[in-house]
């Protein structure tokens, strides 16, 4: 009877150091997630570049490169997860907020406070779609994916409500 206990809590136990070691690699969730929102955080790195020469106010050039900042170190370890769909199109399958082509124009031809006025309700249109996407790998069982997804909910919120308050001014 011993031994079959001993037995039955050997079982229990490695399937705990199963569970533990799966928090390491990424789900297709997360791989998934990852797919989209490199080209999702490349096109804000690109309408942030479109700020940093088409607007002239300090605070959205400030912002601008603060995005880059963030959004350029969150692509690289997205990247590292190892996902067998990046450099596909698995990005385009969702397009949460992203700028249509046109839009991108419009951006790319506008200067000063029209620039900055198209920028601003883009990028929250943006952001919007990107807190959507990290909703996905919110409850991730890797914990660097869902501290992530808490990450980009966190900071694209606050960045958000700083976009309001700009275009209301």
């Known amino acids: 009877m011993r031994k079959l206990l001993l037995f039955i809590l050997a079982a229990l136990l490695t399937g705990c150091a199963t569970q533990e070691s799966s928090n390491s690699s ?7 997630f990852a797919a989209m929102m490199i080209p999702h955080h490349e096109q804000a790195i690109q309408m942030s570049e479109l700020a940093l020469t ?12 603060e995005i880059k900042a963030a959004q350029g170190p969150e692509i690289e370890q ?6 067998s769909m990046m450099g596909s199109h698995a990005g385009h399958m969702m397009d949460e907020g992203m700028l249509s082509d046109d839009e991108m124009a419009q951006l790319k031809a506008a200067r000063g406070a029209e620039f900055d006025r198209l ?3 883009g990028m929250i249109k943006h952001h919007q779609g990107a807190i959507e996407m990290a909703d996905m790998i919110l409850n991730s069982a890797n914990l660097e994916a869902a501290n992530l997804g808490k990450n ?7 960045e958000i409500t700083r976009m309001r308050d700009l275009l209301s001014r």
Not at 26 to 32: G, P
Not at 54 to 65: C, F, H, K, V, W
Not at 152 to 158: H, T
């Open 26 to 32: 990424f789900s297709a969730d997360d791989q998934m």
């Open 54 to 65: 088409n607007s002239t106010d300090p605070e959205i050039i400030e912002l601008a490169n």
């Open 78 to 83: 997205m990247k590292n997860w190892g996902s």
């Open 119 to 121: 920028f601003l309700e």
């Open 152 to 158: 980009i909910v966190e900071s694209q919120s606050a």
